[in-house]
């Protein structure tokens, strides 16, 4: 009932067309009544007419108070008028049943495409706003699958399964009434079919919601599975494990084969036997109605003939309200991963009455600061740390060392175990996430890059950028020659991470990125460690202007990149172990000077 209700919640903004989809519903399935009640007036006039002089003897075909209007026009005049008039009175009810279905149907295909792109919104925006912990433990893409199979299923439930519930339960009331009122007795008597009917459609769909659960879960394993493969591609043809990752890509495919037959299968068994259960109500029916007619004369034949087309007609919306429950149970069972999903809480989010800031005056301060991963161990200890605007301070130490986490958890993408990070004084968890982040541009060493145009990727996040400022950009990260021979320069589209540039030029480009935002503090993660020498150099000659006149926080494994710093901060295990200028820790002969002694022996 809760996910019921929170469904209902994304329908809520379309009530007016949901509404006016049910009035058509209920058009459609009046339209439905009255094309049924014009069987037995078809019948007298057809039959009971042919050897009675009309209009004279004619006795009127037994109708409802409220219908009983239309009986002198339909049934007044000739036999051949009668049938005239009976013929109109069907085209125009079959014409206005099929009208008001065209406009049902398109109504709610219309609220359903509506709540699917509101629920991939929320999902997506959700995905924005979680903490990058969250993803450490999650694949790409079981999260794709969640954003686009799980959401397909619920747009089913709302198609197949709320339509045509409201649809079909009205036209089968329709049915239900011209069944009692042609015969109250044989009426009662199909009912005895209706309870194990009931039962079996319940105990169907406890086990297709369950299957449904299983099979979703099994979809987003095997997107996950795929998604990793092909974003690891050049990794699986240099291991030669194409048919490694084919066997184990086989192994989740056929799990996902197995668990939608399953539900399948149980959606397939309610259609039949529930038909099978008419088939023999309606066996049963025609021996009891004979009866009726013959033997005791309580019924009358062209009621009898009412009761039977009444009958056959809601064999469709059995069938159909039978398979809606597994239908249903799907978009339930999808809609619980999705609301599980959306109550998770990020762990780093600005709080309630943030301050927004735009820079800072004196001071950055790690003030005792310690962080772990999950359950693991610390990756930082105690860590006291101060860097002075304008200061361009490098981190050196070891793999590990925890120096890739010291510089994540200035822009909060974490937040630490303990201690707190200042600015200026004033704990950075009192800004707002997005005016803190704004303060900070950030070179990855690996350039991550989308696939859009030069010119996007440079000005990235901004809707309308500045061709003068994308252009000045380049020129600044040395990236202008190799954009202008380019196709079509600043307009050509770069490939899925920007693998149809060299390394060199993708870096570049993340240069350039950072000088389009020009933020006070950069923070360089070993941003010139997998380039070529002349790469390298064009690189460097770049990070020279970008670090010209801000605040520097730079990562370094190639101790020559970080001479020049004015404060070189060693880390060891998590911890700072020394700090000072080159010069500074070279003669305090510890870890500084043992790791400059190992890289430049060796050159």
């Known amino acids: 009932m809760k996910t019921w209700i929170r469904l209902a919640g994304y329908l809520r903004p379309y009530t007016r067309r949901v509404a006016l989809a049910v009035a058509c519903m209920l058009g459609y399935a009046a339209a439905s009544g009255l094309s049924l009640g014009l069987i037995s007036p078809f019948m007298q006039v057809l039959f009971g ?68 792109r509101d629920l991939r919104r929320d999902l997506y925006a959700h995905l924005q706003r979680l903490s990058l912990r969250f993803f450490h433990g999650e694949r790409m893409g079981e999260l794709t699958s969640r954003v686009v199979g799980d959401v397909q299923f619920i747009r089913g439930a709302i198609a197949s399964g709320l339509a045509s519930l409201i649809r079909d339960s009205l036209f089968l009331v329709v049915c239900l009434f011209w069944i009692f009122w042609a015969s109250w007795q044989l009426a009662l008597v199909s009912l005895v079919l209706v309870p194990p009917v009931a039962a079996l459609v319940v105990v169907l769909g406890k086990r297709a919601r369950k299957n449904s659960e299983i099979m979703q879960e099994q979809l987003a394993t095997l997107t996950g599975v795929l998604s990793e493969t092909l974003g690891n591609v050049r990794v699986v043809k240099a291991f030669g494990a194409e048919a490694f990752e084919e066997r184990r890509f086989g192994v989740e495919n056929r799990g996902y084969f197995r668990a939608f037959v399953r539900v399948r299968r149980l959606a397939a068994l309610a259609g039949p036997m529930a038909e099978l259960a008419l088939v023999l109500l309606a066996a049963g029916v025609l021996g009891y109605g004979g009866y009726l007619i013959y033997e005791s004369g309580t019924l009358r034949a062209q009621d009898f003939f009412t009761f039977l087309v009444a009958l056959l007609s809601i064999v469709s919306p059995v069938r159909s309200l039978s398979g809606i429950n597994a239908t249903l149970q799907e978009g339930l069972a999808a809609a619980d991963r999705i609301f599980r999903f959306l109550d998770q809480v990020p762990e780093v989010r600005s709080r309630p009455g943030a301050r927004q800031t735009t820079g800072f005056r004196e001071t950055i301060r790690f003030e005792n600061v310690s962080f772990r991963y999950g359950d693991g161990p610390c990756a930082l200890s105690g860590v006291d740390l101060t860097i002075r605007r304008g200061e361009r301070v490098a981190l050196v130490g070891l793999s590990g060392a925890g120096k890739s986490t010291l510089v994540d958890l200035l822009p909060r993408f974490y937040d630490p175990t303990a201690g707190r990070i200042t600015l200026d004084g004033v704990d950075v968890r009192e800004f707002e996430l997005a005016s803190l982040r704004s303060l900070f541009g950030i070179v990855p060493q690996e350039s991550i890059l989308f696939r859009d145009t030069v010119a996007a990727n440079i000005a990235y996040g901004r809707d309308d950028p500045d061709p003068h400022r994308v252009e000045a950009a380049a020129r600044a990260a040395n990236a202008s ?90 880390l060891d295990q998590g911890k700072v172990i020394e700090q000072g200028t080159h010069e500074e820790l070279l003669a305090l002969d510890g870890v500084y000077r043992r790791l400059h002694a190992l890289q430049f022996s060796a050159t």
């Open 49 to 116: 007419r042919a050897a009675q002089t009309l209009p004279g003897g004619a006795q009127l075909p037994r109708w409802p108070s409220f219908l009983s209007g239309l009986l002198p026009w339909i049934t007044g005049g000739s036999a051949h008028e009668s049938l005239t008039r009976i013929t109109i009175a069907l085209v125009a009810t079959f014409l206005l049943k099929n009208i008001f279905d065209y406009l049902q149907q398109y109504l709610m295909v219309w609220v359903e495409q509506a709540v699917v």
């Open 481 to 570: 020659g190799f954009v202008e021979r380019l196709e079509h320069g600043y307009d050509t589209v770069i490939g899925e991470r920007g693998l149809t540039l060299s390394g060199g030029e993708r870096q570049r480009l993340s240069l350039a990125r950072a000088v389009y935002k020009d933020p006070p503090v950069l923070i360089l993660d070993e941003a010139t460690s997998h380039l070529d020498s002349e790469s390298e150099r064009a690189v460097q000659e770049a990070m020279v202007r970008l670090m010209k006149d801000r605040t520097v926080v730079l990562i370094a494994h190639r101790l020559s990149t970080v001479l020049d710093a004015d404060r070189i901060v060693v």
